[in-house]
């Protein structure tokens, strides 16, 4: 069976021209020479291989790319695109977070209602909230909040520091753990006034009080948060002092405070090797069941495995994003007004994160899904440890992909018309994108296909050099005269 060109197709696309191989003529080339390689033209080799070392040496741009800020920008879309599909997809499917996580929300009512009217945190109050976790058998009770601040009455300062301890002594019986935030930078030593009282209160209870950094990074252009720190590293008179992050922290501590201590301990541990340089990585337990692979914290740099995950959103974002919201997806959040009303079970055992929804307060952060409050970002942050749910990069298959993608294509612009180069790359579009998300769905895999894609609309101007180079220093016995 012969395939035989409109004379259009056939001068532009100037590919099976040669009648001295394989036995083809001018008139077309039968499906049989396309898939042999031994009948190919000698001109369609040359095109071929010239096009296998450009898609090759393409790769290797592809994959110093994301070194410069347009690859970056590359990536953040590609992050966001696959970040906000596989939100829709969960939120559509009802799945939701890790049974362990309750958030416990700060909201309008609960600032509102208060000796301060919403202009501060009633800190005696969000003491209450963080007993009655204890209370109700939490494990870990994390506050998203500046703890250490003073609000504008003096009383409610004493009253907080006197309700605190009774929260930090509350925590040593039950065995818990309460996790709060230090800011970078912060130092214990200089503070005053009640700032220095709640750190002096603090140091009574390192048993029980674990401070962590906020692990929280925000991209200087788009003002997005994409990333996590995982660690901090405090130059604390010379010594060197890990600071993990609260997310980080109460995935260690999510099994109890004494398996958590032991946890810890390897980790920093971990981290130190990966500080002193001698390992790069290290793969550590977070949780029972739940590993996680631990890498340095350059400034500046970006690496993929510390991109956020979103499972968790505010109701506005889940009917935004998927059109519907359902009650199991809302389940795992809940006013702490009245929340010495709630059900005391619902708490036990959990990894309780305390914070504000209330927009006033000014915590407000732009994400891939939406704007969120900074206690959603946490809590996110929580899940992707307790599940161990890391993206990953270097997989084998992404490379797969793309070395297939190469020889593909290479061997489509050798054999067919030129004014398919363009279908070849709609369809590399329409392949790659459900593929991506597929893949970062069920293997947490982040496979780049706005990068390749990008490498494939190339691909035509590197098959116009080729054709150049043939057409320049081929012999006359290989040209292409009588199209």
């Not at 890790?98 to 945190?121: K, N, Q, V």
């Not at 209160?201 to 997005?224: C, Q, S, Y």
Request: proline content about 3%; aromatic content about 10%; some cysteine.
């Amino acid at each position: 069976m012969k395939i035989v060109h409109p004379a259009l197709i056939r001068k532009v696309a100037h590919k099976h021209c040669d009648g001295s191989a394989g036995g083809s003529d001018n008139s077309g080339f039968s499906l049989r020479e396309m898939f042999f390689y031994r009948l190919w033209p000698a001109r369609t080799r040359r095109l071929f291989w010239l096009n296998i070392g450009f898609g090759f040496l393409l790769l290797i741009i592809l994959e110093l790319l994301p070194l410069s800020k347009f690859g970056q920008n590359l990536i953040n879309d590609n992050h966001d695109f696959l970040i906000a599909e596989s939100f829709k997809e969960n939120a559509l499917k009802g799945r939701a977070a890790h049974d362990d996580i309750e958030l416990l929300l700060l909201d309008r009512t609960f600032y509102e209602t208060s000796s301060g009217m919403g202009y501060w945190t009633p800190k005696v109050r969000l003491a209450e909230t963080i007993d009655f976790a204890l209370s109700s058998g939490a494990k870990v009770v994390l506050i998203d909040c500046r703890m250490d601040r003073p609000v504008p009455v003096d009383a409610e300062n004493t009253a907080f520091l006197k309700s605190f301890r009774h929260s930090l002594e509350l925590a040593r019986t039950k065995a818990a753990v309460i996790i709060i935030p230090k800011l970078a930078g912060q130092a214990v030593h200089s503070e005053t006034g009640f700032s220095k009282e709640f750190w002096k209160l603090a140091g009574e209870f390192t048993d029980v009080l674990k401070v962590g950094d906020a692990g929280i990074i925000r991209n200087p252009d788009d003002k997005r948060i994409r990333h996590l720190r995982y660690y901090r590293v405090d130059d604390d008179g010379g010594r060197k002092n890990i600071l993990l992050s609260v997310a980080l922290l109460a995935g260690i501590y999510a099994d109890g405070e004494e398996e958590g201590a032991t946890r810890r301990q390897r980790i920093v541990q971990a981290i130190r090797e990966i500080e002193s340089g001698r390992v790069e990585k290290a793969r550590v337990e977070i949780s029972d069941g739940a590993h996680i692979t631990l890498f340095r914290q350059d400034k500046g740099s970006d690496n993929i495995k510390a991109r956020l995950k979103f499972s968790l959103a505010p109701k506005e974002i889940y009917i935004r994003k998927a059109g519907t919201v359902s009650a199991e997806l809302l389940r795992h959040t809940r006013s702490a007004t009245g929340i010495k009303f709630a059900d005391p079970a619902s708490l036990s055992g959990k990894v309780v994160i305390i914070g504000s929804d209330y927009e006033e307060i000014g915590d407000m952060h732009l994400t891939p899904v939406g704007r969120m409050p900074g206690v959603y970002i946490i809590a996110n942050a929580v899940n992707m440890f307790l599940n161990g749910d890391q993206v990953h990069a270097d997989a084998a298959i992404s490379y797969v992909i793309k070395i297939m993608t190469v020889i593909i294509v290479s061997f489509g612009v050798a054999h067919l018309p030129a004014i398919f180069d363009l279908l070849l790359l709609v369809i590399a579009f329409f392949a790659f994108q459900p593929l991506s998300v597929f893949l970062f769905m069920k293997y947490g895999l982040f496979f780049n296909f706005l990068l390749l894609l990008a490498g494939i609309s190339f691909f035509d101007y590197f098959n116009n050099v080729s054709e150049y180079l043939i057409e320049r220093f081929s012999t006359k016995e290989d040209s292409c005269s009588n199209i």
